[in-house]
């Protein structure tokens, strides 16, 4: 059945993400001073090309993201479709893996990403049992639509498409989640990251990533002053007070964790700290203070 997970990743196996970086690696000869980057890895059947490629000196890397190292195939209930996303959630055997591979010195996996892919809860098609453990209601809609060759209402569509992982949108919401994310799921590991690891592979590697390590990444003189203050030690159950992106559906409500962001700071100006008013966003009055980077590369 649609709403049966296992169909879902069935349709979606590991070959469709080798196939695709073996297409990239026979081109990358056409421009062998071309710096090429996979994203969303989430398969350890392409980790072998990866570090085959890098060995013949091909210029690639790779990222994972929070979601493949911490949740599992087996975990995710028929019809949860919070847990849709592509490539998929692979089994357990697969994550530990991935973290087999991020343990490493030489780990072709040099990032690890959110892929923050939020959307109304509508979208999400959540079958009532689960949309109301997150506390969202159902959205009533008068437009119609064709379903299967029959004129429907929105509303009765959406009713037949409930917890159909393929009509679903397909992406996790994240982000602000991320470090509790990684942090919780190493504390489970051999070999746990340290803080260091951590810098390494959200901070510095990124910015590297991007070619912004002569700004971010890293706390030196002539930086800009990006701090986090993490909190390793509190313990938190995420709810929907905590998800502070707007739409409050994602696979870790209800999920234990440990480690939590206490405040954040950019170019030296605080603009988070928890407990505070408007969802702990400080400064310019709670509105963003962010600011494009664009700069001249060569290429």
């Not at 590991?14 to 989430?42: C, K, M, N, R």
């Not at 490629?53 to 091909?58: P, S």
């Amino acid at each position: 059945p649609l709403t049966s997970y296992s169909t879902f990743l069935s349709s979606r196996p590991p070959a469709f993400e080798t196939y695709a970086i073996e297409e990239i690696l026979s081109l990358s000869h056409l421009a062998p001073d071309l710096q090429l980057h996979i994203v969303h890895l989430s398969a350890i059947e392409a980790i072998p090309l990866l570090r085959a490629a890098r060995e013949r000196g091909v210029k690639i890397t790779a990222e994972t993201c929070f979601h493949y190292l911490a949740l599992a195939s087996e975990e995710v209930q028929d019809g949860d479709t919070r847990h849709k996303c592509c490539p998929p959630i692979r089994s357990s055997i697969n994550r530990d893996g991935l973290w087999s591979e991020l343990a490493k010195p030489d780990s072709v996996l040099q990032t690890i990403v959110s892929d923050h892919s939020p959307c109304t809860p509508e979208l999400k098609l959540l079958p009532e049992t689960i949309s109301h453990r997150c506390g969202e209601s159902g959205v009533a809609h008068g437009d119609v639509k064709l379903v299967n060759g029959e004129v429907i209402s929105a509303a009765q569509a959406e009713e037949k498409e409930k917890g159909d992982f393929f009509a679903s949108w397909g992406g996790i919401s994240s982000v602000g989640l991320g470090l509790p994310i990684l942090w919780t799921s190493s504390l489970s590991r051999p070999a746990p990251l340290s803080i260091l690891d951590v810098v390494r592979l959200c901070a510095l590697n990124t910015a590297a990533q991007v070619g912004l390590s002569h700004r971010k990444g890293a706390l030196r003189p002539g930086m800009d002053a990006d701090v986090c203050v993490f909190d390793d030690a509190a313990e938190w159950v995420v709810g929907r007070e905590s998800l502070l992106f707007r739409n409050k559906v994602s696979p870790y409500q209800g999920r234990q964790m440990r480690g939590v962001v206490r405040e954040t700071w950019v170019r030296g100006n605080k603009v988070f700290e928890r407990g505070m008013a408007n969802g702990g966003f400080v400064g310019k009055g709670g509105l963003p203070t962010g600011r494009l980077l664009l700069e001249r590369r060569k290429v």
